[in-house]
């Protein structure tokens, strides 16, 4: 068939390579002038095995199911299986507690250690710290592999170019992989979604000399982190307060006209609008070496979630056809793009 994927991020690039690869002659559509630069470029680039998602078991399941099939079409972009990954529960205002934490680790058969005296943490504000087995993804690594992927599977792809109707009239069947603008196209007959988009700021920093490269994450409730910016020695830093700029539920997300010259534009040097000191003095409260960082940059983008999902913060992955030449992709964990591609094959295939 004749097939038109829109949106070259990790799900769109990913399910092009899959249908290319099944015979189907592929064009690629992308906004930008290359792959992955909005919210697939710029994130935590931590492949998850689950630790992030105590109240979701049905996410954790996903995660773990899809972990093997990242890593045998993108293993080359993983790395830091021997750095410390660690996760802690803070002691105030947290949906889980160190007892329920411990018992949905071993639920899932998620591997961990206790530690009792990890030199980066405050232990007064926390109450358990666990060393997880975990990987991180370096993004330009992976940038490069998914590009040669499309290239040797002979996919078409058409950057800076946003397909108009008549233009998807000419294909057999159409994948909307575009994440925050999925309702930028409409498929007859099709009823749109409502989600909940979230303006993110990720700001780039250098850590003093001491700090090792290691990723830890604060949560389940004031919920931070730090990982490695690739392999790099700089890391980005996460907050799911302070790192949100602007958020709101609807069909397409409001962008504040001051930041639609940041938005998916790289790592912004002194940015005008940044809300570094908040990182920082909430940050330095768990990880107290937060308060030497100093900032290279941040990065700007839309996170989308499906809307009223803060009592278990679930994050699944939704491949649905939306009528019979129409199908749409929905996740915002990276690691699950090839089932979700092999899932938009098996809907192409039953045509």
Not at 44 to 66: C, D, F, M, N, W
Not at 149 to 166: D, G, Q, S, Y
Not at 191 to 216: A, D, H, W
Not at 236 to 262: Q, W, Y
């Amino acid at each position: 068939m004749n097939i038109a994927v829109v949106g070259a991020g990790i799900f769109g690039s990913t399910a092009a390579i899959k249908l290319a690869r099944a015979g189907h002659h592929v064009r690629l559509y992308e906004m930008l002038d290359d792959v992955l630069l909005s919210a697939s470029g710029i994130n935590q680039y931590r492949l998850h095995r689950g630790y992030h998602y105590p109240r979701s078991g049905e996410t954790v399941k996903a995660i773990l199911q899809a972990e093997k099939s990242f890593k045998s079409e993108y293993g080359s972009a993983v790395f830091g299986d021997g750095d410390p990954h660690v996760y802690a529960i803070a002691s105030k205002e947290s949906l889980t507690s160190a007892r329920d934490y411990i018992k949905f680790c071993d639920t899932h058969e998620l591997e961990y250690s206790v530690l009792r005296d990890y030199s980066y943490l405050n232990y007064d504000v926390i109450d358990l710290a666990l060393l997880v087995r975990e990987q991180w993804f370096d993004i330009d690594t992976l940038r490069v592999l998914v590009k040669e992927k499309l290239r040797e599977a002979k996919v078409e792809i058409c950057f800076r170019t946003k397909p108009k109707m008549n233009d998807l009239d000419t294909f057999d069947q159409v994948v909307i992989a575009t994440y925050a603008q999925l309702n930028s196209i409409s498929a007859p007959g099709a009823v749109s979604q409502t989600y909940q988009f979230e303006l993110c700021e990720k700001p780039v920093v250098r850590m003093p000399n001491n700090f090792i490269r290691q990723g830890i994450v604060i949560m389940d409730g004031p919920f931070m982190c730090i990982d490695p910016f690739g392999k790099s020695e700089l890391f980005v830093l996460g907050n799911v307060v302070h790192g949100i700029h602007h958020s709101n539920i609807g069909l397409i997300p409001e962008i504040p006209p001051h930041f639609a010259d940041l938005i998916n534009k790289g790592c912004i040097s002194n940015p005008e609008y940044t809300n570094w000191d908040s990182f920082i003095s909430s940050g330095a409260e768990y990880i107290p070496d937060l308060k030497y960082a100093q900032q290279v940059g941040s990065f700007f983008t839309v996170r989308t979630v499906l809307p009223k999902q803060e009592s278990t913060d679930a994050r699944p992955t939704i491949v649905r056809r939306l009528n019979e030449k129409y199908i749409q992709i929905f996740s915002g964990k990276i690691s699950n793009c090839i089932d979700a591609a092999d899932d938009v094959l098996t809907h192409v295939q039953s045509i």
